[in-house]
């Protein structure tokens, strides 16, 4: 069946340092992947979506590349700010395209 | 701005009491959404609906029950609320899989 696979629960660095948030999916729909943030006490809202194979994406200084070959769509930035810190969710389209099926999420803290 | 909108925005129920909680979205969206948020378990679709007067099963449906009486509303109900069921709730809307999918600001729903 269709799933997204997150395989870090909690992701704790310091201010300025590079991270990566692993996302793989499964799916039995053609692949359509986002990655939504949420912060403390607040909504989910997206940060990113593709559907484009080797094509990478970027917004707000986040960026991911879905690469079909491996069925990945990881979550990437350069350098980290206190305000990144956040729950992030990768999700992929499944039900025909007419929902979204989440991961468990990762948790970010972003320390001094 | 697309909004959603959830009410109540926290409640407490008791062991085997009826819940209903409700959502407004005025996106002119055809999809809507309840998902639930436990912490290790990420958000899991309960039920959406993509057209009034119909709902559709996700992938935990058991204990509740949707009813869509127009494009704008989307309820969720809990006939005989368990202890189980203490969680966060989220609405959310979008035009289709593919497309952002907006949440509202979720309600925690606590069962004593």
């Known amino acids: 069946g269709d799933s997204v696979t997150q395989t870090e629960g909690l992701v704790t660095l310091t201010k300025g340092l590079p991270v990566m948030l692993n996302c793989t999916y499964q799916?039995?729909?053609?692949?359509?992947l986002f990655w939504y943030v949420q912060h403390l006490n607040e909504a989910p809202k997206l940060l990113l979506k593709?559907?484009?194979?080797?094509k990478r994406t970027e917004h707000q200084g986040f960026y991911a590349t879905l690469h079909k070959s491996s069925s990945s769509f990881h979550l990437q930035k350069s350098s980290v700010q206190l305000s990144d810190s956040a729950l992030y969710f990768c999700?992929?389209?499944?039900?025909?395209?007419?929902?979204?099926?989440f991961g468990t999420g990762t948790t970010v803290s972003v320390s001094p | 701005e697309a909004a959603v909108t959830q009410s109540p925005r926290s409640k407490v129920a008791v062991t085997g009491g009826k819940v209903t909680l409700s959502c407004h979205q005025t996106n002119n969206h055809d999809y809507m959404y309840w998902y639930r948020q436990d912490t290790g378990h990420g958000l899991r679709l309960i039920h959406y609906s993509y057209v009034a007067d119909s709902t559709e099963k996700g992938d935990i449906p058991d204990g509740y029950k949707a009813s869509r009486p127009s494009q704008e509303n989307f309820s969720l109900i809990l006939e005989l609320a368990s202890l189980s069921q203490t969680a966060v709730y989220f609405c959310?809307?979008?035009?289709?899989?593919?497309?952002?999918?907006?949440f509202g600001k979720g309600t925690r729903l606590t069962v004593v």
């Open positions: 593709s559907s484009t194979d080797n």
């Open positions: 999700a992929s389209a499944y039900q025909g395209g007419r929902a979204l099926i």
């Open positions: 959310a809307s979008s035009d289709g899989g593919q497309g952002e999918v907006f």
């Open positions: 799916t039995t729909y053609s692949p359509f």
